[in-house]
């Protein structure tokens, strides 16, 4: 079967520091990877999703950037954090199913406190 | 932009009753549309969804509607128990198809 993880699971940062989340895949090839980001009491934004290695597409610009450099991993960085950066990151995965994204399912997540 | 708009953003109902949340849509290509619901400090778990090309899916005491004329779908919860006390989102596939749209969430409450 097929599972996600992320890590760190918790992250306090001071601000102008780097960042650096990773996210991997098991148990299936080839998958769409995204990254979310959802700050407290709020929805989820999609940040970036990749639909192959080195591959991707950036949803909202910011100071953030997302890298793919194996099949099922997947990071997230940014150079400097701002305190807007605070908020809980998932990653999630897919499969395609006639061309379009079928279920998408999430990881533990990444609680990040920017101070 | 394509956006997901869903309403209500909270919603408290008594144990035993139903509850119904709604999305509308704007990107007509969108063909798929699934549910999620999120515990609290938990990541989102899928509940239920649907295809373009149905109208109605139920499993259990959950149920799906979709009207792509109107571009609206709407999540039933039938005999609601304080265990479905959560954030439900919905979500439609972007023109791309690799990616979905969310919905800003609904804060469900079921009071005993």
């Known amino acids: 079967s097929q599972t996600i993880h992320q890590w760190p699971a918790t992250l306090v940062q001071p601000v102008g520091s780097p960042l650096s989340l990773e996210c991997t895949v098991e148990?299936?090839?080839?998958?769409?990877l995204y990254w979310y980001r959802q700050a407290a009491g709020r929805g989820l934004q999609l940040l970036f999703y990749?639909?192959?290695?080195?591959?991707i597409s950036s949803e909202v610009p910011q100071n953030l950037s997302a890298s793919r450099p194996q099949d099922r991993q997947f990071i997230l960085s940014s150079k400097k954090l701002l305190l807007s950066d605070s908020g809980f990151y998932l990653c999630?995965?897919?499969?395609?199913?006639?061309?379009?994204?079928?279920?998408?399912?999430f990881g533990p997540g990444t609680r990040l406190t920017v101070l | 932009g394509e956006n997901v708009e869903q309403h209500p953003s909270t919603l408290s109902v008594q144990e035993g009753d139903s509850a119904v949340i709604k999305c509308t849509y704007s990107?007509?290509?969108?063909?798929?549309f699934p549910w999620y619901k999120q515990e609290l400090g938990k990541r989102p778990q899928l509940i239920i969804d649907?295809?373009?090309?149905?109208g109605e899916k139920k499993d259990q005491r959950i149920a799906v509607t979709l009207n792509k004329t109107a571009k609206h779908f709407s999540l039933h919860i039938t005999e609601t128990q304080p265990e479905d006390s959560a954030v439900y989102f919905c979500?439609?596939?972007?023109?791309?198809?690799?990616?979905?749209?969310f919905g800003k969430g609904t804060s469900l409450l079921v009071t005993p």
């Open positions: 999630a995965w897919s499969l395609l199913w006639r061309g379009s994204t079928d279920t998408q399912y």
């Open positions: 148990g299936t090839s080839n998958p769409n």
């Open positions: 990749s639909v192959g290695i080195g591959q």
């Open positions: 990107d007509s290509a969108s063909n798929y």
């Open positions: 649907i295809r373009s090309n149905v």
């Open positions: 979500a439609a596939s972007i023109r791309s198809g690799y990616a979905l749209n």
